[in-house]
């Protein structure tokens, strides 16, 4: 029989009270072992070492989940499948290596079986289990020990506070680590170069801005409003860039203002100086800026036009809002 609306939304607020159940368990059972699994982490990484994660069923799954985190927190990592392990896939194994092995009962035949081979190799295992006397914890050097006292399953059969409590004690780990090594913001950059991650992190201002032809700038005196529309036209942009005889900026010009001279600058404003009418000051961003802080300059301001200018305020290139969702900034 289908659910009412009302039970389905009850039936999914139990099932998250059941799985934050088991992560606070966990939170409250974090003890030294901890500390030993991440300094262990640690030495593998200043050997130059790889991580290796391991598990089957469901495990399996939070297995290749948290390779992928630490591969993108610059650990090198990889995922071992248990039954190609006994059929050849040993040899990607090294001595100095650090085994990760995940099974919630501690009792997988196939964790058992890989166990003992991987010390042989000279690898550091740790269990990651919510079973501490399990043979498996029993059996590995280092233990990731996480608490789920019920699953969310009605049936307490499908794995499901158990992998989370499972992940999240490993994302534990790779965020210890990350803050450990001192990671920051452009080192996350490198391993996600693609995607908005990618351009929010590691493009910059002259990465993004127009320039040469394409960056309309011109002496605040003697330019007429028509000139200046002139050479906003010919650059495709919608803004000019007015500068002093040093070639700095004191302005500029935008499609606006020439709306607003039409409207109010007479007959004969096309001839009008432009200083007239343009926008004194305005917004800039600086040349070496990080692109994204050109684009919380058009959020804030919600203007469209930026000039970019170099260290003695001069304008070196130009920026336009239309541009941003071509590079997936917006």
């Known amino acids: 029989m289908p659910l009412d609306a009302d039970t389905i939304l009850a039936r999914a607020r139990h099932c998250l009270a059941i799985e934050r159940e088991a992560l606070e ?3 409250g059972v974090l003890n030294g072992d901890f500390v030993a699994v991440v300094r262990a982490f640690e030495s593998a990484l200043a050997a130059g070492k790889k991580v290796i994660f391991t598990g089957v069923g469901k495990s399996a799954h939070i297995a290749q989940k948290l390779t992928g985190t630490f591969n993108s927190t610059g650990v090198p990592s990889t ?13 990607l194994c090294a001595s100095g290596d650090l085994a990760v092995l995940l099974s919630n009962s501690g009792a997988s035949e196939e964790m058992l079986k890989l166990l003992p081979l991987l010390g042989k190799f000279g690898l550091t295992t740790v269990a990651l289990t919510g079973s501490p006397a399990s043979e498996l914890a029993r059996g590995a050097d280092h233990r990731l020990i996480y608490r789920a006292p019920r699953e969310a399953c009605p049936l307490e059969l499908a794995p499901t506070a158990s992998t989370t409590a499972a992940l999240a004690l490993g994302d534990a780990v790779a965020m ?12 996350f950059a490198k391993y ?5 991650l990618g351009m929010t992190l590691l493009l910059r201002v ?31 942009a919608g803004a000019v860039a007015l500068v002093d005889p040093a070639g700095r900026i004191t302005g500029i010009f935008t499609d606006g203002d020439f709306r607003r001279a039409a409207l109010n600058g007479g007959r004969d404003f096309l001839q009008h100086p432009v200083a007239q009418f343009m926008t004194r000051g305005g917004k ?3 040349v070496g800026a990080l692109a994204v802080e050109a684009l919380k300059i058009f959020q804030q301001f919600k203007i469209s036009d930026l000039f970019a200018l170099d260290a003695e305020g001069r304008p070196a290139g130009y920026i336009d809002v239309q541009d941003l969702p071509k590079l997936k900034m917006l």
């Open 25 to 27: 368990a966990t939170a």
């Open 79 to 91: 995922f071992l499948d248990p039954t190609n392990a006994l059929h050849g896939d040993l040899g």
């Open 176 to 187: 210890v680590l990350l803050e450990s090594r001192g990671l920051t913001r452009e080192d």
């Open 192 to 196: 996600h170069p693609a995607g908005t």
């Open 206 to 236: 002259e990465d993004i801005m127009r320039t040469g032809e394409a960056c309309p700038i011109l002496p605040e005196a003697d330019t007429t409003v028509q000139a200046a529309i002139f050479a906003m036209t010919k650059a495709k």
């Open 284 to 286: 800039s961003v600086r």
